[in-house]
Structure formats: structure tokens, C-alpha cells
């Protein structure tokens, strides 16, 4: 049995917080406060996207997506079996990321070597997987903003697995320093063949906790099981598995 550490309270409604270990968030069950458990617990502005997608909703759409995608075979759309399909709260840091950066680097264009030197800033809106497993591809899931609502355990289906927050605050600004340089360097790439020296300062700012409905689904092909993920907002496909021979069965 996990243990349970009962110490703290809720800093809104006074009753006592019950803390798993590796969490780092915790929900009051008895007002559904978002309490962030640190030396001073405070309460966290905390949002959720509604499951508006039924589990049903979601295999239709997975099997039309089957049927209709032109990177399958005939073969291949004929042979995929669905196993199984689960919806998960996956919680993120939604943050302003605000990056002051300078860099060299040199250009190959047209077979000439032309040095390039730049100073600029840019800000985006970031997202930080809070849990500490990498299970989903985050990178290929835009949160829809505009539809997000507050947090009520209320708007969590029964159905649903909550996974919970396993990444501070603070430590999800560290990760994503390093996130926001990657994609920075990785914009500066379709400029810049080579970049010789990169500097950045980093801050975030707005830091907001977002729970999301996701359906993990398995489906197996020739006897090896492959993953899919499908937007439980609004039935989007966020991203399909494809088995390596694809490309020699298309």
C-alpha cells in the first residue's frame, strides 16, 4: 500500500491534504483547491479541457482515420486491429516563454560562405509535461487555450485515469530552458547552416496548470503492438504509431 502523508493543510478551506509521495500537487477533495506542496504551500491557478469525445466518438474516429489515411496500404488498413483505448488527465505547465538570445553562424548558401550575426528576442506560449514518465508526444499537441475552463473535479469523468503532478514548478522551468533553446536553435537551422556560438536568457512568466483528456489507444499489426493518441476535447488525431514497413507497403 502507498503511503499517505496527512500534515498539511489546505491554505483555502483549512481541512488536511492527503499527499502521495512524488507529488508535488494535490487536490482538496473537500473545495478543489490546486495546492502546491513546498515549504509554504499556495494555491495554484489551475485549468482543465472538457471531454466532450465519447469512448465510442473515439473508435469511430480512430477507424476512419485507418480507413482514410493515405499513408496506409490496403494491406495495412485491412489489418490493423484495435485493442485498447483509455482516457487519461495528463497535466502540463502552461507558461509565457519570453527568450533573449544571440547567436553567429554561417550560411552555405549558393556555395558561398556568408557570416551571419543576430540579436533578437521572442516570446511563446510553452508547455511542460508534469508528469515525470515520457508516455506522449507533447510536441505534436497543441492545447486549445480558448476552451479551457476551470478546474472541478466535477469535469473529470469516471471512466478517466488522473495522473498526477510530479514536476514542481520550479523544475519544470528548468526543463523548459532547455526546450525553448532547442526549438530556437531549431528555427535559427532553416537560416543558418552552421551555428558557430548561442547565448539565451530565458524567464517564464503566467505559470498555469492544464489537465487534458487524452485517449490512448493500442492497435496491433502483424502481431506487434503500436500506439495512438486522440484528442478527448474534440476527436482530434494527435498522433499514430506507424509500423516500420509503411514505406515498402504503400
Not at 493515405?70 to 483505448?85: P, V, W
Not at 507533447?138 to 469523468?157: E, T
Request: net charge negative; aromatic share 12%; charged share 25%.
Amino acid at each position: 500500500m502507498t503511503d499517505v502523508i496527512t500534515n498539511i493543510n489546505c491554505p483555502h478551506c483549512g481541512a488536511p491534504l492527503e499527499i502521495m509521495p512524488g507529488t508535488v500537487v494535490v487536490i482538496c477533495k473537500y473545495c478543489d483547491s490546486t495546492v502546491h506542496i513546498s515549504d509554504k504551500p499556495f494555491i495554484l491557478s489551475h485549468s482543465i479541457l472538457p471531454c466532450k469525445i465519447s469512448e465510442k466518438d473515439t473508435v469511430e474516429h480512430f477507424n476512419s482515420w485507418i480507413k482514410s489515411s493515405d499513408m496506409l496500404s490496403f494491406r495495412m488498413r485491412h489489418g490493423i486491429k484495435l485493442e485498447t483505448y483509455k482516457l487519461k488527465l495528463i497535466p502540463f505547465w502552461i507558461c509565457k516563454a519570453n527568450i533573449k538570445y544571440s547567436y553567429k553562424g554561417v550560411s552555405l548558401k549558393y556555395g558561398n560562405k556568408i557570416e551571419k550575426e543576430e540579436s533578437d528576442s521572442k516570446i511563446y506560449i510553452w508547455k511542460i509535461l508534469a508528469h515525470r514518465e515520457s508516455f506522449f508526444p507533447a510536441r505534436d499537441y497543441d492545447i486549445p487555450m480558448n476552451a479551457l475552463a476551470q478546474y472541478s473535479i466535477s469535469m473529470i469523468p469516471p471512466s478517466a485515469e488522473f495522473f498526477p503532478v510530479e514536476i514542481s514548478e520550479t523544475d519544470a522551468k528548468e526543463v523548459g530552458k532547455g526546450e525553448v533553446e532547442a526549438y530556437q536553435k531549431e528555427l535559427l537551422s532553416n537560416n543558418v547552416d552552421e551555428i558557430t556560438s548561442f547565448s539565451s536568457d530565458i524567464t517564464f512568466s503566467d505559470m498555469e496548470l492544464v489537465h487534458v483528456p487524452i485517449y490512448f489507444l493500442k492497435y496491433r499489426y502483424r502481431e506487434k503492438e503500436y500506439n495512438a493518441y486522440i484528442d478527448g476535447s474534440d476527436g482530434e488525431i494527435i498522433h499514430v504509431e506507424l509500423p516500420s514497413d509503411t514505406t515498402s507497403l504503400l
